[in-house]
C-alpha cells in the first residue's frame, strides 16, 4: 500500500539520499505556471525552465518538434547519483495511454541504483495512480505527496 506524506510539506522537505526520483503526474502540458514547478525545476538545476524555453523558441521559429508533448524525463545527479523527474500530462489521454508512457519511464530508472527504492509521487489528478503504480511496480516504494 503506497504511503502519503505529510500534508503541507514542499517537494524540498520530501527529497533526501533515499529518494530514487519522482513521477509528477498533471492534468495539463509541462508549464511554469503548474504546481511544483520551481521545487522541481531548483532540484534539476533548471532543466525544466531550459526545456520550456526551447519549447517556446522552436514554437516562434515555426519549428516542430516530434517529442511527446505529454511524457517528460529529466535526470540530475544529486547525493552522487543519477535522480530522475517523470512529468507525465494526461490532458486528452486515456489510461492506457498514460500507463504506456509509465512504462517507457520505468524501463529507463529501472537499473538506477540498487540501493534506492523510494519514488515520490505528486499526483494532480483525479485518478490515484500512486495506487496503480505500487501494483505494477512491487519492487519500489511509491510515496503520494500532497502540497497545498
Known sequence: MPHNLELNLTI???FTPNVLGFFWITPSVLDRDLKGFNDFNYLFDGLLSQYIYRKEKEFESKETSPANKYAHIFFTQNFDEKLFLAHLACQGLNKAQIAGDIDE???LINNSSE????IIVLDQTDQNWTV???KRYPQYDFKNLLIK
Do not use: F, V
Open 115 to 118: 540501493r534506492k527504492k523510494t
Open 132 to 134: 496503480d503504480l505500487t
Open 105 to 107: 519511464q520505468i524501463s
Open 12 to 14: 524540498l522537505d520530501q
